[in-house]
């Protein structure tokens, strides 16, 4: 857990007395809306469709149990009694006054957090692996490396007024669970020929209106020139930009019109200006914020507790569990344990101030007094002793935190929706939680194996649809909400981009498209193993619309003869 110096602290601090300040003038009929409106934004704070949104940062998604505690109380104090982890690792308070958030704010800075910058114009929460610094397959701990990208664009004069918001997502590992290729700049950490630290380097990635896999403009790209190579890319985002339209503001438009090929060249030609200057890292920089970093002290244990491995064998539901919510970790005897905010009759991503506090003492006793938040929206125990892990699961299902279902069907990623957002055109929540009734069933949910199903409730695409196995989007079709089907998108590694179904379907309509998928998926795999998105890259996508709109009136003899020929 990184740990503020003085300069650290303040700052939020002194962002807490500004803020207090601007609100109490806005309050007193001193400063308009418009004068405002970019104050509160870059405080975190939006005017959705009931009351005030409160973003709070959670840096790299990495959370001290006193956070937790923290974040509890602001539930519980200034709002509802809950909050929602969003897929940029951070969370938001849904029902705050305006009156009140100066002293959530200060609330916050007594643990070392914020909700600078996430919003507005500027560099967001910079994200990462929720498994860093405990994967097996780790190159590098991305935390490290994300805590300079934070103090690097933190109040950065150059990235104060920049065409449109901007997000970075750092991976440290062979496997990407970052999801670097679809973000503004994905960094991916490799090694060289002679063992040498570097990022392969990714540009103009992103979802929303215009959904792009993000191009690689530099396959190595040694730590050292780190932060003087994304001043480069910055500098000729912000110089040709576009600023005139919000709609082709964001930097993949602009790598797509200028082309990949131009746009690394513009940067290469920027970064000769930049290369080997002051903002060069040294050794010594990064060794002072890797010191700042409380480290676990893990002990030498055997790597199969026989209490872990009896209670396996004796226990199904507890095997289960562990199948799907628990993780290797690079020290033998240990594992990470994912909480699952994805209870069928729950908000995707929602969490009560009591479940919050509960998870802050199972992190104390449990987990070095740590816990991350996923892009998936789930809460992470990283440093778990195997022996604990039976015990663990029976605090955690007495909490409603134990689903098995993480990486199946049901681990809905989904954003607030029409329910809360200004900008929805359709809600994202009900539809959610009527395909978890439909498959609540966790013997069928493990017979489907890996699906994931992502809702975005607008174009935005804050659920992330067009990487989704399968992707809903809310769209609206004259005042009447309906939903867009795509299938075939996907994350990490393989990233894609779904393909567009067919027409929108009602609300009530969904859960039968989502069943009609699944018949044919698991009619069509080749075996257990093979998954969804796999199935529809091997037949493609035209055996799936013909099911689902081929056969809108036919009975169930017709459609069991057509689920044997598509």
């Not at 700052?11 to 207090?20: D, I, M, N, T, Y």
């Not at 007193?28 to 949104?53: C, K, T, V």
């Not at 500027?122 to 991305?142: K, Q, S």
């Amino acid at each position: 857990m990184y740990v503020y110096d003085k300069i650290d602290q303040r700052l939020v601090e002194e962002r807490v007395a500004q803020f207090r300040d601007q609100t109490r003038r806005f309050l007193a009929g001193e400063l308009s809306e418009d004068d405002f409106r970019p104050l509160r934004l870059r405080n975190g704070l939006y005017i959705q469709l009931h009351a005030p949104m409160l973003r709070v940062a959670i840096p790299y998604g990495l959370l001290a149990s006193r956070q937790l505690r923290a974040l509890a109380y602001i539930a519980r104090t200034w709002d509802r009694g809950y909050g929602h982890f969003s897929t940029r690792q951070n969370i938001q308070f849904n029902w705050p006054r305006l009156e009140d958030v100066p002293d959530i704010l200060a609330k916050l800075a007594t643990v070392q957090m914020h909700a600078i910058q996430t919003s507005g114009n500027c560099v967001r929460n910079i994200t990462a692996d929720h498994f860093a610094g405990i994967a097996p397959d780790e190159i590098v701990d991305p935390f490290v490396w994300c805590e300079v990208l934070r103090q690097w664009s933190t109040f950065n004069p150059e990235f104060s007024y920049l065409p449109r918001k901007f997000k970075i997502a750092v991976n440290g590992a062979l496997a990407d669970r970052a999801a670097t290729q679809v973000h503004d700049i994905g960094l991916h950490a490799v090694r060289n020929a002679n063992g040498e630290v570097g990022f392969r380097v990714l540009v103009g990635g992103g979802l929303g209106r215009t959904p792009v896999i993000g191009h690689v403009i530099r396959e190595f790209l040694p730590w050292q020139h780190l932060l003087t190579y994304l001043d480069a890319i910055l500098r000729v985002y912000n110089r040709y930009g576009r600023r005139d339209n919000l709609n082709k503001a964001r930097i993949k438009i602009l790598v797509k019109e200028r082309t990949p090929e131009v746009f690394r060249k513009e940067v290469e030609a920027e970064w000769a200006h930049l290369k080997d200057g002051p903002a060069t890292l040294i050794a010594g920089e990064i060794e002072r914020i890797e010191r700042r970093f409380t480290r676990a002290h893990y002990q030498k244990l055997d790597p199969l507790a026989s209490g872990y491995v009896l209670a396996l064998g004796r226990d199904k539901a507890f095997a289960n569990w562990v199948r799907r919510n628990v993780h290797p970790h690079k020290m033998p005897g240990y594992a990470a344990v994912t909480l699952s905010l994805k209870k069928t009759g729950v908000p995707p991503g929602d969490a009560s101030a009591d479940q919050m506090d509960a998870v802050a003492d199972l992190a104390d006793r449990y987990s070095f007094g740590e816990l991350r938040v996923s892009h998936e929206q789930n809460l992470i125990l990283a440093d778990v002793r195997q022996a604990d892990l039976h015990e663990v699961w029976q605090k955690v299902k007495a909490l409603g935190l134990a689903t098995p279902n993480i990486g199946l069907l049901t681990n809905i990623i989904c954003c607030p929706g029409g329910d809360f957002c200004s900008l929805a055109n359709a809600k994202s929540i009900p539809v959610a939680e009527a395909i978890q009734r439909r498959f609540d069933d966790l013997d069928y949910l493990h017979d489907i194996g890996e699906l994931d199903l992502n809702i975005s409730g607008c174009m935005n695409a804050c659920g992330h649809h067009h990487v989704g196995h399968i992707g809903i989007l809310g769209v609206d079709k004259q005042g009447e909400e309906f939903y867009q089907i795509s299938i075939g998108g996907a994350q990490g590694d393989d990233a894609a981009l779904g393909k567009v179904l067919g027409p929108s379907v009602s609300q009530a309509e969904v859960p039968d498209v989502i069943e009609k998928l699944i018949d044919l998926y698991l009619a069509r795999r080749d075996s257990e193993e093979e998954r969804f998105v796999d199935v529809v890259r091997r037949i493609g996508i035209e055996p799936f619309k013909e099911y689902v709109y081929g056969n809108h009136h036919q009975g169930s003899a017709a459609r069991s003869r057509q689920l044997a020929t598509a």
